[in-house]
């Protein structure tokens, strides 16, 4: 792979600041400055250090953020704040992008990457990746509610939802609902359909990653070794 390409790739430089870089001998492979940007290393064995910083090359990049209020999952909109601005420079030129959607005003977990075909797979409705919120409601759930809820309900545009796993709290205002699939607005809807109303929604799973209690809301970090793993399985 050439160094240019390498190092774009990863962030770490564009494809200019690297054949900048490059001339200057800021960039060393395997402790040799090498003054071209088209020289073809082999990122598995050869070390490649950018002005003293090791560059530990990844084809792709997964990220978990926790999501704020206020937020669209886009990459980018002419009018509204973007989930991708809340990562640092350096990311935004990596072409992540959101694993799925998550309204303005939800919260909490949601994976960026820049791993098409993975994102793909884990949001085809045939794998039944599930993702659980936490929600809070306007009105107490009844029995009659969940099992409505759980078993496959009618939405105002006719959709039928696929089966669903729902529990309620005690006082059944507030509780965990795990859906495999994701239509608009879909847990709004579902309460919706049953005279309620979502009065406040966190993702806290996405199939087997759980949302890092560590992570404040706007804060995020990139997913470790069995996160990743999990993602890609
Ligand atoms: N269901 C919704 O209604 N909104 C979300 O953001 C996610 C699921």
New binding site residues.
Partial sequence: MRIDKLLTTVGAASRTEAAKAAKRGEITVNGVPVRRADVHVDPDRDVIVLRGEPIVYKEHVYIMLNKPDGYV?ATDDPREKTVLELLPEKYRRLGLFPCG???K??LGLIILTNDGEGAHRVLSPKHHVG?T?RYMCADPLTDVDIDRLASGITLDDGYVTKDAVIRADDGRLTGEIT?TE?????????FAAVNNK?TY?E?ISFGHIILDPDLERGQWRELNKEEEALFKA
């Fill in positions: 999952s959607r998550l309204d005003n939800t993702k919120y859906l994701g239509k608009y607005h879909q847990i709004k809807r579902m979502i929604l993702r």
